[in-house]
């Protein structure tokens, strides 16, 4: 639950929302399950990008990490380059 917490308060303080939260736990679910459709797909467009072709893949790991970061989950210890 930390995790889908801390990524719906990107998304609200992304989306300038005050914070009043009076959804059920299925309209949370949905929202959730929307933003983690899209990282996918992100990740998806970052693994078929042709223009990244660097043997060791740094230039996908490094933007598929920026697209875990931009969801408000930070990169971890791994991500200190």
């Known amino acids: 639950m930390k995790f889908e917490l801390r990524t719906l308060a990107k998304i609200l303080l992304d989306s300038g929302a005050k914070v ?15 933003r ?6 992100e990740i998806r467009d970052v693994l078929d990008d042709e223009e990244l072709d660097d043997p060791i893949c740094f230039r996908r790991i ?15 210890s791994r991500h200190d380059f």
Do not use: P
């Open 36 to 41: 983690c459709w899209q990282a996918l797909r």
């Open 62 to 76: 490094e933007r598929i990490v920026e697209i875990y970061e931009a969801m408000g989950l930070g990169g971890g």
């Open 20 to 34: 009043h939260i009076s959804c059920g736990e299925e309209a949370l679910e949905r929202v959730m399950k929307e």
